[in-house]
């Protein structure tokens, strides 16, 4: 049975990281070992993978999907950050409210919240 599944990304600079994903999304270092930093918390959470043609209303697949209970403040947080955003907060028909944006390593995120 898989008991965690972990997305890496490559970079040369994990401190790019602290702003989006510590500051923003919120979330704390669970392991920094100078090379490899992993940021989580201690939610329990569902395993899965998603295999996708598109990223739904014709917009492109993205890298990372993450769920927050606050779509709208996390939305604002990256705007007046200055972070990319690529697909603007929308409700869809599938009952997720969303937006898409570009992390620092110039991955597609797709943050969003069910309805």
């Given at each position: ?5 972990v ?83 929308t ?18 995120i ?6």
């Open positions: 049975m898989i008991k965690r599944i997305a890496n990304i490559k970079t040369n600079d994990l401190s790019k990281a602290n702003h989006f994903y510590q500051d923003i999304l919120e979330l704390d270092v669970l392991m920094d070992h100078g090379w490899i930093k992993t940021l989580g918390n201690d939610e329990e959470a569902k395993i899965q993978i998603s295999f996708a043609e598109e990223g739904g209303n014709g917009t492109e697949v993205p890298d990372l999907s993450i769920e927050v209970d606050n779509v709208d403040e996390v939305y604002d947080k990256m705007k007046n950050a200055g972070f990319e955003i690529i697909y603007k907060l409700n869809e028909d599938w009952g997720v409210r969303r937006f898409f944006v570009k992390d620092p390593f110039q991955k597609l797709n943050i969003l919240s069910h309805q």
